[in-house]
Nanobody, 122 residues
Framework: VQLQASGGGLVQTGGSLRLSCTFSGRTFENYGMGWFRQAPGKEREIVAHISWGGGSTYYADSVKGRFTISRDNYKNTVFLQMSSLKPEDTAVYYC????????????????WGKGTLVTVSS
């Protein structure tokens, strides 16, 4: 499995970005997909998760109401729409794929992309 995240960049506080992650190598619909982030000096944390069919989503409290996760199973792609960005959202964002285990635990994810950097300036 290969995951390729893109869409990161520099944005001002209050701005928006849309991250994309393309999946290849296996059947995309068999995997729940998560977005994680890791800021300098901090542990990797769950941002959002979407079930294989898209019918169930999870958001970290810190991003609820501002971020939206979605997926297109025809295009093998998962998205993270980020709005009302804050400086504390600055991190490397990773997409990851899982088939079992808790969706909020990084150890549940078998496959990871390389990450894309999001920088929010104040």
């Amino acid at each position: 499995v290969q995951l390729q995240a893109s869409g990161g960049g520099l944005v001002q506080t209050g701005g928006s970005l849309r991250l994309s992650c393309t999946f290849s190598g296996r059947t995309f619909e068999n995997y729940g997909m998560g977005w994680f982030r890791q800021a300098p000096g901090k542990e990797r944390e769950i941002v959002a998760h979407i079930s294989w069919g898209g019918g169930s989503t999870y958001y970290a409290d810190s991003v609820k109401g501002r971020f939206t996760i979605s997926r297109d199973n025809y295009k093998n792609t998962v998205f993270l729409q980020m709005s009302s960005l804050k400086p504390e959202d600055t991190a490397v964002y990773y997409c990851a794929a899982r088939t079992q285990g808790s969706p909020i635990r990084p150890t549940s994810y078998a496959y990871w992309g390389k990450g894309t950097l999001v920088t929010v300036s104040s």
